[in-house]
T-cell receptor, first 113, second 112 residues
């Protein structure tokens, strides 16, 4: 089975712009979670989607949003980018929203200039 | 979620067993112990998880103490490719518990 895929792998944006990141889960997995990793804050949970519904949300401002499509693929969007949004954005998928093992993708590295 | 405590860093010689401890003294009865590792700038890789029995798979063994307040991840024959940050996480297996809370982890260095 193919693993979790994330596109793009690398991205450079400037302050004020917006960005959309994409995640394709493992085939058959219906839950997708997003995480942000920075050197200062470590790995932090952004949100989780299951059956096209946001099930759980971390402590991030409203500039961070996401959605999930009927094929379980997910996108996350960050609007009005700030320098501090530079990070590795990770997507993880699991079979459902029942706490099963999550499998991570390679991440998208975002640099905001 | 229960808090975990891990040593900041550890070293191990190549070919030897690497034993990574984790303290989770406030773990609840329905919480599992999960281990992930992250090789530099890659996504975390799932290693193993367990509830109260010891577990083994092709990557590692997980030993959980009888009172479940601590556990040890064992990499039986460490190689240079096992150099990574190892995260111990406790989480319940219930609906809506998809949020993983990562601590700082243990930076394991395998030396030739």
């Amino acid at each position: 089975k193919a693993g979790v895929t994330q596109t793009p792998r690398y991205l450079i944006k400037t302050r004020g712009q917006q960005v959309t990141l994409s995640c394709s889960p493992i085939s058959g997995h219906r839950s997708v979670s997003w995480y942000q990793q920075t050197p200062g804050q470590g790995l932090q949970f952004l949100f989780e989607y299951f059956s096209e519904t946001q099930r759980n949300k971390g402590n991030f401002p409203g500039r961070f949003s996401g959605r999930q499509f009927s094929n379980s693929r997910s996108e996350m969007n960050v609007s009005t980018l700030e320098l501090g949004d530079s990070a590795l954005y990770l997507c993880a998928s699991s079979l459902s929203s029942l706490g099963e093992t999550q499998y991570f993708g390679p991440g998208t590295r975002l640099l905001v200039l | 979620d229960a808090k975990t405590t891990q040593p900041t860093s550890m070293d191990c010689a190549e070919g030897r067993a690497a034993n990574l401890p984790c303290n989770h003294s406030t773990i609840s009865g329905n919480e599992y112990v999960y281990w992930y590792r992250q090789i530099h700038s890659q996504g975390p890789q799932y290693i193993i998880h367990g509830l109260k029995n010891n577990e083994t798979n092709e990557m590692a063994s997980l030993i959980i103490t009888e009172d479940r307040k601590s556990s040890t991840l064992i990499l039986p024959h460490a190689t240079l490719r096992d150099t990574a940050v190892y995260y111990c996480i406790v989480r319940p297996l219930i609906q809506g518990a998809q949020k993983l809370v990562f601590g700082q982890g243990t930076r394991l260095t395998i030396n030739p």
